[in-house]
Structures are given as C-alpha cells and as structure tokens.
C-alpha cells in the first residue's frame, strides 16, 4: 500500500502532458532553431522583436529572464507561450559550467533520480521569473506551452520542461539543439515518458557539446542523453538519422572523442542550417558563443 501511494503522488507531482503526440517535423525544426539562436541576442532587440532573421517568426509580448550565467525570453507565439533558453558566451564559460567534479545531485521532481549540479543551479536561477512571466504573457499554470534551447540553453530547456511540469503547465512541443548529458538514467526514463512524441534532441554532425558530461570517465557517471535524437550529419539538405537508444552509433555517439571533437566548435554553431550564436543578431557583435 505504502509502495502504490508514493507512486500516485508521484505522477499527482508530475501532471500529464496532452494526449496528441506529433512525428518529428523538419520545418518545425528550422523554426525552433532560429527561436533557439534568438535567445542570444540582446535583450532591447527581443523585446522589441527586431532580432534579425532570428526574429522572422510572429512572436509578440516578448519579456527578458536573466539567471547567473544566461538569459532566457518568454513570449507568445502561434497562440501560445514560447520559453527559449540562451547558452554560456564562451567556451570557457561552458566547461567551468560542468564543473567536472561534484556534478551530481538528487532532484526530487523526478523519483531518485541525479541531474548536473551546474545546469540546476542555473535552471533555479531562473525559474521564479519564467513562471512569473508566463503568468503574465496569459499562460498561467494549466497552460499549454512551448519551448527550446540551444547548448547549455537545451540542457535548461530539459530541466524546465520537467520543472515546470511539475508546476502544473503542460509542454506541448519542444525541439533543442547541441545538448549535453543533464542527468541520470532514472532521469532520462521520466523524461523520455512524460515528453515521448513531443520533444526532440537535435545533433549535428561532430557537436562536442551532446558529448559532455561524459557518460564514462574512468568510472560510469551514470549520465544518460534522453530521447529521440534527431542527427544531421551535414547540412539539412542531406538527410537526417532518427535514434531511440541513447548508445546507439549510428547517430553522434560514432564521434564520441572528446579531444577530436572540440575541433568542430562550427558544428556546434549550426543547427538547421542556423546561426545558433550571436552572429545574425542585429546591433550584436559578433561573440564565439555556446
């Protein structure tokens, strides 16, 4: 009895997703992925949604979230919210981020399950200010929302999806690009079942960042990416490999070598054929970013 009460409090925790799943859609993609690369720009040209090319979807009501190290912006798009989460400027920033020690800590939103110490502190940074933003963009609670993220933005957008489930919003579509580890298997498994058929793990050809944290260094971290991964060897035109077992080599796991891919940091600053940086943002300078 005691075993089947904690288990019903745990889905009371974590409410339901809508029933309607969805198949992997490339042109949805190519939007979330400017949306996505939006999200670095300054924060005058979001609010004002005069962001460049990023800004060619119709999204209005658009405010500024600001957390320890990134920003996040909430607006409303296609009838609904839209939260999208910015990545660390450079790539110092983005390895003192994983903080290869001390990494792991227990997250009770989902049952006993570990998530990156670093990208939960960051998450934290930010939460009461998305929740209150998309209370006030119209999406209280109870809403059905959207969201994205690039680099340690999706690793972000992984942690608020769950977070903000358990708030009581309801992700409706969520596609995320270059995203590392967050956590792990027990994580992963919750994800993979509260999100299947509404969320998609990007990659692209030698991205080193869907590469960290490790799942394996020296000793089994336990990390593990969650699913599907969506990769593109080159560029959009070319095709794209669908996988659904996190060890698979068929997608970017056949490049994991850590060392070799930090030489292909261009890999990771495209995504659907985007600027997935702050190159393309009118009245930015241009930054190495990630």
């Not at 995203?179 to 080193?208: E, S, Y």
């Amino acid at each position: 009895m005691l075993a089947w009460l904690v288990v019903c409090c745990f889905w009371c925790h974590l409410p339901q997703t809508p029933s309607a799943a969805h198949q992997y859609d490339e042109l949805r993609a190519v939007e979330f992925a400017k949306l996505a690369g939006a999200a670095y720009c300054s924060a005058t040209s979001l609010e004002t949604w005069s962001c460049g090319a990023k800004c060619s979807a119709e999204v209005t009501d658009v405010s500024i979230c600001n957390g320890a190290t990134t920003k996040a912006f909430v607006g409303m798009w296609e009838s609904m919210c839209i939260v999208s989460f910015m990545g660390t400027q450079t790539w110092w920033a983005f390895f003192k981020d994983l903080e290869f020690t001390h990494t792991v800590t227990k997250w009770d939103v989902c049952a006993n399950c570990s998530v990156h110490w670093g990208f939960l502190n960051e998450w934290y940074s930010l939460a009461d200010c998305i929740k209150s933003r998309l209370g006030k963009t119209g999406c209280p609670p109870g809403s059905h929302i959207r969201t994205t993220g690039h680099s340690m933005g999706a690793a972000l957008n992984g942690l608020a999806m769950m977070g903000l489930t358990a708030a009581g919003w309801q992700v409706e579509e969520s596609y995320d690009f270059g995203k590392p580890r967050i956590g792990d298997q027990k994580f992963a498994a919750a994800f993979n079942k509260l999100f299947r058929g509404r969320a998609w793990r990007v990659t692209h050809a030698m991205d080193p960042a869907p590469q960290v944290p490790p799942d394996k260094l020296i000793v089994d971290w336990h990390f593990e990416h969650v699913e599907p991964e969506i990769y593109y060897k080159g560029n959009v035109s070319e095709g794209h490999q669908e996988c659904r077992h996190p060890h698979t080599t068929v997608c970017s796991e056949q490049y994991y070598d850590i060392p070799l891919d930090l030489f292909h940091v261009a890999d990771h600053l495209d995504y659907m054929d985007q600027n997935t940086s702050s190159e393309g943002c009118d009245a930015v300078p241009l930054q190495i970013v990630v």
